[in-house]
Antibody
Framework: QLQLQESGPGLVKPSETLSLTCTVS??????????WGWIRQPPGEGLEWIGS???????WYNPSVKWRATVSVDTSRNQISLSLMSMTAADTAVYFC????????????????WGQGVLVTVSS | EIVLTQSPGTLSLSPGERGTLFCRASQYVNNRFLAWYQQKPGQAPRLLIY???NRATGIPARFSGSGSGTDFSLTINRVEPEDFAVYHCQQYGDPPWTFGQGTKVDIK
């Protein structure tokens, strides 16, 4: 059974960098042939895709956060990570780790497995 | 980027009724690459439909999706108590992948 579990700080100060980790269990990221990524949801609002990474390290980002976001993979720990620089109050959201489709098969680029999410609040 | 607009904002239904939710795209969605998700309070979204009309694993047959081009819909036949939730559409035809703002289905 595939499971994704996010971890990270619940509170970040303005201008600081957010670092989140997602631990994947039930599948090996390195041999999965899938994209893995991050989606966020501000309180009471809709969903926003942030970025995705493949098992080969190929990355896609949403232009809305591109220069601030970095998604990376640690295959030895079976984890993916999100780094988001220059945090502001607008970045307050629940951040979800997701599986995002088979590599090079756009017909599968929906999100079929989700972590439970972690609430990140930006406040001094 | 493709903007998805969902309607109505809230759909009030009685258990056993049929309801239809709509998702309109600002541009053509390639190959019907559109998905629907269900989200209950405090939970992560759950994939219901992909490719506009294909049910995901374990999704009951009362959920059906249709549409193409810029207009898509999700129909819930004979709404069950566990179906009251927020429903999101998402396009994956043209990056960046985008979502609609959601439709809340609540009890009439």
């Amino acid at each position: 059974q595939l499971q994704l579990q996010e971890s990270g700080p619940g509170l970040v100060k303005p201008s600081e960098t957010l670092s989140l980790t997602c631990t994947v269990s039930g599948a090996s990221i390195s041999s999965s042939g899938y994209y893995w990524g991050w989606i966020r949801q501000p309180p009471g609002e809709g969903l926003e895709w942030i970025g995705s990474i493949s098992h080969t390290g190929s990355t896609w980002y949403n232009p809305s956060v591109k220069w601030r976001a970095t998604v990376s993979v640690d295959t030895s720990r079976n984890q993916i990570s999100l780094s988001l620089m220059s945090m502001t109050a607008a970045d307050t959201a629940v951040y979800f780790c997701v599986r995002g489709g088979r590599y090079s098969d756009q017909s599968t680029y929906y999100f079929d497995f989700w972590g439970q999410g972690v609430l990140v609040t930006v406040s001094s | 980027e493709i903007v998805l607009t969902q309607s109505p904002g809230t759909l009030s239904l009685s258990p056993g009724e049929r309801g239809t939710l709509f998702c309109r795209a600002s541009q053509y969605v390639n190959n019907r690459f559109l998905a629907w998700y269900q989200q209950k309070p405090g939970q992560a979204p759950r994939l219901l439909i992909y490719g506009a009309s294909n049910r995901a694993t374990g999704i009951p047959a009362r959920f059906s999706g249709s549409g193409s081009g810029t207009d898509f819909s999700l129909t819930i036949n004979r709404v069950e108590p566990e179906d009251f939730a927020v429903y999101h559409c998402q396009q994956y035809g043209d990056p960046p992948w985008t979502f609609g703002q959601g439709t809340k289905v609540d009890i009439k």
